[in-house]
């Protein structure tokens, strides 16, 4: 199995997308819009993957946290809310908050589970600061650190019921950040002290089964490499001081913030200490390229995977995906 996770070029597999993922064997894959159309050609896609594969647990991950980022959507299915909306309502009624986030992920993950996707990039533990970048701020939990982690739980926690798992994003923190990694490198310059704030969140939930890189630079850590490419950070950031040891994965290799090719840009990822990279675009030279320069997935990640994955065994699905969105819409109707 190779420590990857690749995206798709369509609504169904090509031929020659089907004799590759076969013959290289990655590790999952993950879906996006032009993936997209019904239910029933999501559930015969994510089916095929699953049965290319040979194992029933592949993850099959997607981006659905609701607002602007959501890659399934109406009329087909319901529209959810961003982050911002539990940190509103927090302001007034704090456990009313958590239980909305909560409920409202255990819907999502409902949604998901019924067309076979198992892995949603949920939750963001970015702690805000007044200058973050709006690709941030505009989907984020708010800006006090315990609030984050505990409606951060709360999420992982509902989409553990909804037969799916969460993985938290994007360590050490993406806060500090002032421009769009889709676009740019950042470089925080805050102090080891300041970034305390940012680690806050990550180190309340070390726990989680799965986590994200940031491709950032932090300056008072390795002023060199960005987190996705620093043994430093990763290492001694992310599992030493945050105490992660869950499967770890890197933001789309393929952002602009990062130099290379993503051949290139996957090695350095694996080297630093990252499980998993991340390549979503479905393009194939891209796609063979990493998959001839990186080496089979290690034990011990393969290890983190299996445990990740083993949080949602034989657990079926549960609530009702109308009756949850109206509780939700409820609590949020205090805000």
């Given at each position: 199995m190779k420590p990857v996770i690749y995206g798709l070029s369509g609504l169904s597999l090509t031929a020659d997308e089907r004799a590759f993922f076969r013959d290289a064997d990655p590790a999952g894959y993950i879906l996006f819009k032009r993936n997209v159309a019904t239910r029933p050609q999501l559930l015969a896609l994510t089916s095929e993957l699953r049965a290319l594969s040979g194992r029933d647990d592949?993850?099959?991950?997607?981006?659905?946290?609701?607002?602007?980022?959501?890659?399934?959507?109406?009329?087909?299915?319901?529209?959810?809310?961003?982050?911002?909306?539990?940190?509103?309502?927090?302001?007034?009624?704090?456990?009313?908050?958590?239980?909305?986030?909560?409920?409202?992920?255990?819907?999502?993950?409902?949604?998901?589970?019924?067309?076979?996707?198992?892995?949603?990039?949920?939750?963001?533990?970015?702690?805000?600061?007044?200058?973050?970048?709006?690709?941030?701020?505009?989907?984020?939990?708010?800006?006090?650190?315990?609030?984050?982690?505990?409606?951060?739980?709360?999420?992982?926690?509902?989409?553990?019921?909804?037969?799916?798992?969460?993985?938290?994003?994007?360590?050490?923190?993406?806060?500090?950040?002032?421009?769009?990694?889709?676009?740019?490198?950042?470089?925080?310059i805050a102090s080891d002290a300041a970034l305390e704030i940012d680690l806050e969140p990550f180190r309340a939930l070390s726990d989680a089964p799965m986590g994200m890189t940031s491709h950032i630079v932090f300056e008072a850590w390795d002023a060199a490499r960005p987190a996705t490419l620093s043994p430093i950070i990763v290492n001694d950031i992310i599992r030493g001081r945050i105490g992660f040891d869950g499967l770890l994965m890197t933001d789309d290799i393929d952002m602009k913030a990062l130099a290379g090719t993503p051949g290139e840009k996957a090695v350095g990822a694996l080297a630093a200490g990252c499980d998993i990279v991340l390549d979503c675009w479905g393009r194939m030279d891209e796609m063979t390229e990493i998959a001839n320069l990186i080496s089979d997935m290690p034990q011990i990640s393969r290890d983190r995977l299996d445990r990740a994955m083993a949080t949602i065994a034989g657990q079926a699905p549960e609530g009702d995906v109308a009756a949850l969105i109206a509780k939700r819409d409820a609590l949020l109707a205090v805000a």
């Open positions: 592949v993850p099959i991950l997607i981006d659905q946290e609701g607002g602007r980022v959501a890659r399934m959507g109406p009329p087909e299915w319901p529209a959810f809310p961003a982050g911002p909306a539990f940190d509103a309502l927090y302001e007034t009624a704090p456990m009313s908050a958590i239980e909305a986030a909560r409920t409202n992920a255990q819907a999502i993950a409902l949604m998901l589970a019924e067309v076979g996707i198992n892995v949603d990039c949920l939750p963001l533990l970015d702690v805000c600061q007044p200058d973050t970048t709006p690709a941030i701020a505009t989907r984020a939990l708010g800006s006090e650190p315990m609030r984050v982690a505990a409606m951060g739980r709360a999420i992982i926690e509902g989409l553990r019921r909804g037969g799916v798992v969460g993985v938290m994003k994007h360590m050490p923190g993406h806060g500090r950040a002032i421009v769009d990694t889709h676009y740019h490198l950042p470089t925080v």
